[in-house]
């Protein structure tokens, strides 16, 4: 799974990276993006902005919002058949912005797991394959939100744990954010594992356990 992850591109870093994309001045750093916490994403709406999300979908048919807590990442294998994603697969993509994300790694011998910091080499900004949805509450309120597709892992995420999110190649970005629905089979074969030989990762410190900590010492190697 993808359970944390980080933002730490200026904003002008970002319009470099997602061209065409309105990018605001005040998105600012962050270290340590937690499940159920804003997400800065850019939806398939045609607008082409960068708005911030809940981070755990919340299905247009659901009766309570918590189920998002259990909604914060997407198989990409299953994403046609789970009731949950399936239909915003096929309409409502977005592109999730991010610095580099945290994985866990069991060490032989030690009960506590690493935590490992993963990113590209090049240390540029990329995008997670995402899906979002429209929720309206009994209130009249409407929540936005967002789920992280995962996929199989790369040779480099292998040594670390069993899954990664989905990083799209920039070429596919126009693609996955045309509004409306896409074939199917031109979507899915965008959910592949990123190749390993751009990326690279070192263990980080346990501060990044607790979501009250978001601080450059999360992403400091130790």
């Not at 990083?167 to 596919?172: D, G, R, T, V």
């Not at 965008?190 to 190749?195: A, T």
Request: charged share 20%; proline share 10%.
């Amino acid at each position: 799974m993808c359970g944390r992850f980080t933002l730490i591109a200026s904003p002008e870093q970002l319009r470099q990276v997602f061209n065409g994309v309105q990018i605001p001045d005040a998105v600012a750093p962050r270290y340590n993006i937690a499940p159920s916490q804003p997400v800065a994403v850019i939806p398939n709406d045609g607008r082409n902005v960068l708005d911030f999300f809940s981070w755990g979908l919340i299905p247009s048919w659901a009766k309570d919002p918590s189920i998002g807590n259990r909604m914060i990442n997407a198989r990409a294998e299953t994403l046609t058949e789970k009731p949950s994603f399936r239909t915003a697969f096929r309409r409502r993509r977005c592109l999730i912005p991010a610095s580099g994300f945290f994985e866990w790694r069991q060490e032989a011998g030690r009960k506590v797991k690493t935590p490992m910091y993963i990113h590209l080499k090049s240390g540029k900004p990329f995008a997670f394959a995402g899906l979002w949805e429209s929720w309206n509450a009994p209130d009249g309120s409407n929540i936005l939100s967002c789920a992280i597709i995962t996929t199989a892992p790369n040779d480099l995420m292998q040594t670390i744990h069993n899954r990664m999110p989905v990083i799209l190649p920039e070429a596919a970005y126009d693609f996955w954010l045309t509004p409306g629905e896409q074939p199917i089979e031109r979507l899915q074969a965008l959910l592949q594992p990123y190749p390993a030989d751009e990326m690279t990762a070192y263990p980080v410190s346990t501060l990044v356990n607790s979501p009250a900590n978001d601080a450059a010492a999360c992403i400091q190697p130790v």
